[in-house]
């Protein structure tokens, strides 16, 4: 499949306000050799901006929908007003799973979502969000920040006139809401769930049947029998969108998803437009909620656990060994299959892989030993 989109993107310009007119009075008289004065304030050039960010996510969901929302006030507060983002949530401006290709043909300036929603674009755009048996949280900004990611991911995104950063992390995930108790690997054939990406692909192999589908959709869905179990995130969404109320049994740890990366997304043109200020603001506010997210996640899904137990009865299992096994089986020949089908997946997964290896190496010596440790001290 191409990477280049159906449409291509033409160059847009920014929405902006008649602040921008001073902005641009200002930018011809430093071409002058004189230093503006704008707003009052000396050598200050100020563009004021209004952008549309669209999302995948339901309107203010806990989390995933309040952190894009977190990113956007943090933007407008750190630029003092100049730039306005208005965030719209899955469906209200365009569909959820099409903010990808607003953002990249000029309909949309910024996206927030996940990037595996695109892997019909390219495979290797799964890796920048989660993959089977991949990197945890803190592994996956090791290796964006430091072993290569980033400028891969730019590399990829730019293709799509898209710049990208992480905006967001969710930490382990869980395995799901399943309406039949999962007692072996058989007990998983047949069964329809909920899970995008190569999580789903892993599934497959398994004999079960994967769907893609938005988060606001999934209630109803198995509410009503058109799937026989779905994933989400953790206890905390999960109790948001009331699953617990039709699925009695749920299953962990997630496999499919073991640190799972939220990505913001600012079309191409509008982004190397921007003043160096603008860019430095940007990057640091997706910096700071990509830590915030990933602590709010970990603080609320640990207290929504404790509020299914005491209150609902519902009892976090354990997937059966054997389907672990064939699950971390099967991931090894999905991620192998999909870098095999693509030159630029390749080099993306021979990337994570080395991340996985090196970091996952020293993870063993730090923070699963000091994990057993404690466990061990708890309970000795």
């Known amino acids: 499949m191409s990477d280049k ?41 100020r563009q004021r901006l209004s952008l549309k960010m669209v999302t995948t996510w339901p309107k203010n969901f806990p989390g995933l929908g309040t952190g894009a929302e977190r990113i956007a006030r943090r933007i407008t507060e750190m630029t003092d007003g100049a730039v306005d983002i208005r965030v719209y949530a899955g469906g209200e401006l365009v569909p959820a799973l099409g903010v990808f290709d607003a953002v990249a043909q000029g309909k949309a300036d910024i996206y927030h979502g996940a990037e595996y929603y695109w892997q019909g674009k390219n495979p290797a755009y799964n890796f920048f969000t989660a993959v089977p048996f991949g990197l945890t949280a803190s592994e996956m900004n090791s290796w964006i920040y430091h072993g290569g990611g980033q400028q891969l991911w730019d590399e990829l995104s730019a293709r799509f006139n898209i710049k990208p950063f992480a905006g967001g992390n969710t930490g382990v995930q869980m395995g799901g809401w399943f309406k039949k108790e999962i007692r072996s690997l058989e007990d998983l054939k047949g069964l329809r769930i909920r899970t995008p990406g190569l999580g789903g692909e892993v599934l497959s192999r398994l004999g079960a049947t994967p769907v893609t589908k938005a988060g606001g959709e999934l209630f109803l869905a198995l509410s009503q029998g058109n799937i026989d179990g779905t994933e989400w995130v953790g206890p905390w969404n999960d109790m948001a969108f009331g699953f617990h109320t039709v699925a009695p049994y ?131």
């Open 5 to 45: 989109p159906k449409t291509p993107p033409t160059r847009r310009a920014f929405v902006i306000s008649a602040g921008m007119t001073a902005a641009a009075a200002a930018g011809a008289a430093l071409a002058g050799g004189e230093k503006p004065k704008i707003d009052g304030a000396p050598g200050i050039l």
């Open 250 to 380: 749920y299953y962990g740890p997630g496999f499919h998803e073991p640190g799972s990366t939220l990505s913001f997304g600012m079309n191409l043109d509008v982004w190397e437009n921007l003043p160096k200020a603008y860019k430095a603001i940007i990057e640091t506010a997706c910096s700071a909620e990509n830590d915030y997210m990933l602590a709010e996640f970990n603080a609320e899904n640990a207290k929504a656990l404790q509020r299914l137990e005491r209150d609902h009865g519902i009892l976090m299992r354990p997937f059966p060994e054997d389907v672990m096994q064939a699950a971390a089986r099967a991931a090894g020949e999905v991620l192998a299959d999909h870098a095999a089908a693509d030159p630029f997946a390749e080099r993306v997964f021979d990337s994570f892989k080395e991340a996985r290896d090196v970091i996952g190496k020293w993870a063993k010596v730090s923070e699963i030993a000091y994990f057993n440790a404690r466990e061990r001290g708890a309970h000795g």
